[in-house]
């Protein structure tokens, strides 16, 4: 059994009815701050902890709603969980025997539902009509909801259909074991000495574990662990005799002092007596850790993150003794949840990796499920794009995505998902965190756009807008994840900003050759033309939240080629690393000068200047528009884009360009994506 969905209505940040999706085993549950994550897990606490208040306060309803529809009825929270057969469990489980009064599916594959309500009772709806009817501030309600109302509230678990209002046998629910380690954590509180009881069930559950794992009748262990009881006692007596021993004369001492004070009479006399089992010795022992030269330390001496692990791993040692129907009889849990609060709180990366191996290795023996909440991209990339479950919370309205139902079983969507897997490391990760994402080909234009941005007083940062290069023509892999056409689909704004690479080809060939714009369709007659070979550039098919940039079909190229054409005497972008810098800017200098014919003599001798001087008329609208586009030409041939995009970025952003033009295509992406409040 399993907790495959659950529903949140008018919960927090939850407005309207919301469900979530889970799977068997992990669930990591990711986004922005704000997103719901925390909300989630205390939605799985109110319905499957026992051992918590389960009324809920003022701000724990959605007040995202309209004050006309509270005036009519009283706000109400609603949580629903259905819980389904795994795929590897038997017909007759104990599972399905402790939810049989839960089932609204009778079918072997079995469904059951568990239904949170808090409300008002009805009996009290004709007086908040009275009240509520004259109040017109949305603040003012709340106050008065809080003040004079809150208190009646009432709340109320449902099994089964939730429409029957089958109240919940309390008893059932103690068969499940929800245990919870939030964000804001002790651990060192909790662990460090048999006096607390979490480490007290541990060791009272692993004493004799040699023998409780035997393939031995039940009978024959329990004689043998008395047998180990037995013989701890005897000698336990021995230490008990010898401290009487040593107390022998000063007991003497002691019962003068009762005799003068009236203590003793009618022949009764005080005396000492005792006897120590091994449970009384539980709140001696502490936990330590001893380093590879065998000095031990106490725990607490640890760093917080390695506390964090090890009190994980005494959580999933009592979860074992939970489950033990040998150990506890009928009071045995049936069905273990464990929820974790932002593991990386006190976890560095290389602990993150860790706690996540350790958890897939001990899902399957001591946890049903485990859900993790997180922010971290390390986390994130640790994790199968199957087991992420990520919130995104634009203007209030909370949306659900699942990464890696968003792939179908055809050949190509698996390829897509295999190439997204592999891509998302921790600098990648991103893409699941930040509201909108600027996909770019380059690093060139990875570290130009945040420029870009900031001259347009735009910053990307400050809106958590990422750029991400995918080092590549490889988008539409990624744009699987975020196309609205998919119900699974991630809900944020994407910008790609791609290149059109315009090619050619000879009639009598079949392979393609980049082409400037200059020489597009000069010999008609030998070759074929392409304005573009970049297939994004025709894709329509998106949802409204994707839209692609590049250059004008005809006029565009490359970024580098772009950049100086719409920058052509910014001399400051001619930088170190390119090559022909003399001859570049002595050709910036002759734009406004002479005519095409004397700018071309400038050109230095090559096959660049053989194929310009082939031209018979000018290929643009005027000399200066084709001067343009020669600058631009020689400029992108003279660039090693790796080298020089560092140099373009500092150009940009520290040597104030006064009067820099952004590219048009460019400027255009920046401003759709950037948020307009």
């Known amino acids: 059994m399993y907790i495959s969905e659950i529903t949140l209505t008018n919960f927090r940040g939850f407005n309207n009815k919301t469900t979530i999706q889970f799977k068997e085993g992990i669930n990591v549950i990711i986004g922005h701050n704000n997103s719901g994550k925390s909300t989630i897990i205390k939605a799985l606490e109110l319905l499957f902890e026992t051992g918590i208040t389960k009324r809920l306060t003022i701000d724990d309803f959605n007040k995202n709603v309209k004050i006309d529809d509270l005036k009519e009825n009283p706000p109400k929270v609603t949580i629903n969980a259905k819980l389904i057969k795994s795929t590897d469990e038997g017909e007759y489980s104990d599972e399905l025997a402790t939810v049989a009064t839960w089932l609204t599916k009778l079918e072997k594959s079995y469904e059951a539902q568990l239904t949170y309500e808090f409300f008002l009772p009805e009996r009290e709806l004709k007086y908040y ?69 979490l480490l007290r069930e541990v060791i009272d559950f692993f004493m004799d574990y040699d023998i409780k794992t035997l393939q031995l009748d039940p009978e024959e262990k329990k004689l043998r662990i008395r047998d180990k009881k037995n013989e701890f006692n005897e000698q336990s007596q021995k230490i008990i005799q010898s401290l009487k021993d040593r107390m022998d004369i000063g007991k003497t001492h002691i019962l003068n002092y009762a005799s003068e004070t009236g203590a003793i009479y009618e022949n009764l006399k005080p005396d000492f007596e005792g006897i120590i089992s091994d449970t009384d010795l539980y709140s001696i022992l502490r936990l330590i850790v001893t380093d590879k030269t065998g000095i031990s330390l106490p725990a607490d001496h640890n760093g917080l993150g390695y506390n964090n692990l090890l009190y994980i791993s005494l959580l999933l040692a009592k979860m074992q003794k939970n489950a033990s129907e040998e150990y506890l009889g009928s009071n045995s849990k049936v069905f273990s949840i464990l929820a974790i609060e932002e593991p990386e709180a006190h976890l560095h990366p290389s602990m993150q990796y860790k706690f996540l191996k350790f958890l897939n290795k001990n899902k399957e023996n001591e946890v049903n499920q485990i859900f993790i909440t997180s922010h971290s991209p390390n986390i994130t990339a640790a994790v199968e794009l199957n087991d992420l479950i990520v919130l995104s919370n634009e203007s209030g309205d909370i949306t659900v995505a699942y990464p890696g139902k968003v792939f179908s079983d055809s050949e190509e969507d698996k390829i897509s998902k295999n190439y997204v897997k592999r891509f998302i490391d921790v600098t990648k990760a991103d893409i699941f965190f930040a509201r909108g994402i600027i996909f770019v080909e380059g690093i060139s234009e990875q570290l130009v756009i945040p420029e870009f941005a900031k001259f347009l007083n735009m910053d990307l940062t400050d809106s958590h807008i990422s750029v991400i290069n995918l080092g590549g023509r490889y988008f539409e892999h990624f744009l699987k994840l975020f196309d609205g056409n998919n119900g699974f689909a991630i809900k944020k704004k994407i910008a790609c900003i791609t290149d059109l690479d315009p090619v050619k080809k000879l009639k009598t060939d079949t392979s393609w050759e980049k082409c400037l714009p200059i020489f597009l369709n000069f010999d008609d007659e030998n070759y074929e033309y392409k304005t573009h070979s970049n297939n994004l550039i025709d894709k329509n098919d998106y949802s409204e939240n994707i839209q692609v940039f590049s250059q004008k079909k005809g006029f565009g190229c490359t970024f580098e080629y772009e950049l100086i054409l719409s920058n052509p005497k910014a001399k400051e972008l001619v930088t170190n690393s390119v090559s022909n810098s003399d001859e570049i800017k002595r050709l910036m200098d002759l734009l406004d000068n002479g005519d095409i014919d004397n700018f071309i003599t400038k050109l230095r001798e090559g096959n660049y200047k053989k194929e310009i001087r082939k031209l018979s008329h000018p290929r643009f609208s005027s000399d200066y528009d084709t001067k343009k586009h020669i600058l631009a030409g020689r400029y992108l041939n003279s660039v090693k884009k790796g080298a020089v995009a560092q140099e373009i970025s500092y150009a940009i952003s520290e040597t104030k360009i006064s009067d820099l033009k952004i590219p048009e295509y460019m400027g255009d992406a920046i401003k759709w994506i950037y948020p307009t409040q």
């Open 129 to 197: 009509k009275q009240v509520m009817d004259n109040i017109q501030d949305i603040n003012n309600y709340w106050h008065e909801l809080e003040n004079n109302f809150l208190r009646k509230y009432v709340y109320k678990l449902y099994v089964g259909n939730p429409d029957y209002k089958t109240v919940l046998d309390s008893d059932t629910l103690k068969r499940f074991d929800f245990q919870f380690l939030n964000a804001i954590r002790d651990v060192e509180r909790d662990m460090f000495s048999g006096k607390n009881v």
